[in-house]
């Protein structure tokens, strides 16, 4: 039987590994990034694996960073938001916070929104790359806040920074070591990262976030990072989960 550490690794002891409950099967997804085309790949991988293993509901859940860098994040947008009117659920990505700022008018975000890949996303909605390159901060900040949906606006500020199930709990990036998952701050789940990734000892739960780009899924003691950098890899990635036992899902393999 595998266990689940806890603690530092040299006074670690052992308790049952985490369990999102014997009732549930959950695929949580990791960050998109603009590619439509993963999604649903993906989405069809999952619906295939949830067949193949026998009757049960599946939950399923997005780990944000919906946006940006690839060509299709209003398509994400529209399609996340039929998912959770079907019950998935989806938390707050650090680039959703930004494009929300800037939707909403602030133009001192917008250099770090462009930095961002923010070009892509809103030739998704319909301004030229080439346009917005050309346009100043105060002119783009007050282009989105012009054309932007608001139901889009809407739907991201509403999305929450966590989602718990059983002994796991999913985030965008990540939390802070030593603080209960109560009065963990906003800014840490969706932007954390050194802090967070080098630490070995315990949390409150078994985190499974995006955020940090690794190749394969990043599995430790304390966590499992399932970014795989779909924009630029091809690799979008899920993980499954069902009691005790965990399994992953990518495109492009």
């Keep these: 039987m595998s266990f689940w550490r806890i603690g530092k690794r040299d006074d670690a002891i052992d308790r049952p590994p ?4 014997a009732d549930r099967r959950v695929y949580a997804i990791g960050d998109i990034h603009g590619r439509l085309d993963l999604l649903e790949q993906l ?10 293993r026998g009757p049960m509901t599946p ?11 690839g060509p299709a994040s209003r398509g994400i947008v529209e399609r996340v938001m039929a998912l959770t009117a079907g019950g998935a659920r989806c938390v707050k990505g650090n680039h959703e916070e930004l494009f929300l700022l800037a939707a909403r008018g602030d133009e001192r975000v917008i250099p770090t929104f462009r930095r961002a890949g923010g070009a892509q996303t809103l030739a ?9 390159d ?7 900040a007050q282009w989105m806040l012009n054309h932007i949906p608001r139901d889009h606006v809407d739907f991201l500020e509403d999305l929450p920074d966590s989602v718990e199930m059983g002994d796991y709990l999913f985030v965008h990036a990540g939390i802070r ?6 009065d963990q701050k906003s800014a840490d789940m969706r932007w954390i990262r050194r802090d967070f990734l080098d630490h070995d000892g315990t949390h ?3 985190i499974v976030h995006g955020h940090s780009i690794s190749p394969d899924p990043d599995q430790r003691d304390n966590r499992v990072g399932i970014d795989t950098g779909a924009y630029y890899s091809g690799r979008l990635t899920a993980i499954g989960l069902q009691g005790t036992d965990r399994w ?3 495109t492009g393999d």
């Excluded at 070591?177 to 109560?182: C, D, E, H, R, S």
């Design 18 to 21: 985490p369990s999102v409950g």
């Design 177 to 182: 070591p030593g603080v209960p998952i109560a």
């Design 248 to 250: 992953f899902l990518r």
């Design 59 to 69: 939950h399923l859940i997005l780990l944000g960073d919906l946006i940006d860098r």
């Design 204 to 206: 409150p739960r078994m």
């Design 124 to 132: 998704s909605y319909g301004l030229p790359a080439t346009t917005s």
């Design 134 to 140: 050309a346009m100043d901060d105060a002119s783009l």
């Design 43 to 52: 989405l069809r991988l999952i619906a295939q694996d949830d067949r193949a």
